[in-house]
């Protein structure tokens, strides 16, 4: 299975900061998505992006949320103001063409103090 | 609206034996379905689909899905669970952004 790796693994930040979330997809991975997973509940999309552009977005991803592909590998999320309840899980998966296979990266798990 | 349904918040079942994990959905059109398994601080790892073609799929791990049109279900089954199947599973279906929108997860627990 191609491998998306995450940092940080760990990230925790107090409220009204910013944090920049990050993922390596695979190379020839085309649409990169965002979703959290708020601690016991399911996992809800957040923005996909495809071609250096934000292609879909969720009503979560308010103006708080960013997305870009700074330097054409990496794929950053970045939450301008923090909240509490921005505290979860934040997966990022990269998409294989007409496969239509997402594979997920292990995460970053956010805790907002 | 396009949604899943995971109606068992848990599952539990003796090593060796079947199981199955529960499935509906509601999409308009023709569904993309998908089981995820997630394993305690891990993300999400693909176990199969069904996009078209044959009802029953096969997946990893020994795994296999049944799409039912009439029923709108594709439950996920394994003839003889392992301890080590013991995880959270997902069923998700691609949704009209290309996303794939979740069930609430099911929890299985294998006991030996």
């Known amino acids: 299975e191609p491998e998306v790796t995450q940092t940080p693994s760990h990230q925790v930040t107090q409220m009204g900061q910013e944090v920049i979330l990050r993922c390596v997809p695979i190379?020839?991975?085309?649409?990169f998505y965002w979703y959290r997973q708020i601690l016991g509940q399911k996992v809800e999309f957040l923005v996909s992006?495809?071609?250096?552009?934000?292609?879909?977005k969720s009503e979560i991803f308010d103006d708080q949320f960013s997305v870009e592909r700074p330097d054409g590998s990496n794929f950053t999320l970045k939450i301008r103001s923090t909240k509490l309840e921005d505290s979860a899980m934040y997966f990022c998966?990269?998409?294989?063409?007409?496969?239509?296979?997402?594979?997920f990266g292990p995460g970053t798990r956010l805790t907002v103090t | 609206a396009q949604s899943v349904a995971q109606p068992e918040d848990q599952v539990n079942v003796a090593e060796g034996n079947p199981l199955t994990v529960k499935c509906t959905y509601s999409v308009s059109g023709n569904p993309y379905l998908f089981w995820y398994v997630q394993y305690p601080n891990r993300g999400l790892q693909f176990l199969l689909k069904?996009?078209?073609?044959?009802?029953l799929v096969k997946g990893s791990y020994g795994f296999e899905a049944e799409f039912n049109k009439s029923q709108t279900s594709f439950h996920l089954k394994k003839p003889s669970a392992l301890v080590s199947d013991s995880a959270l599973y997902f069923c998700a279906v691609k949704g009209s952004q290309g996303n794939l929108i979740f069930g609430k997860g099911t929890k299985l627990s294998v006991k030996p």
């Open positions: 992006f495809y071609n250096n552009e934000i292609s879909e």
């Open positions: 069904y996009i078209t073609g044959d009802n």
């Open positions: 998966a990269a998409y294989v063409g007409e496969r239509y296979e997402q594979y």
């Open positions: 190379s020839n991975h085309l649409y």
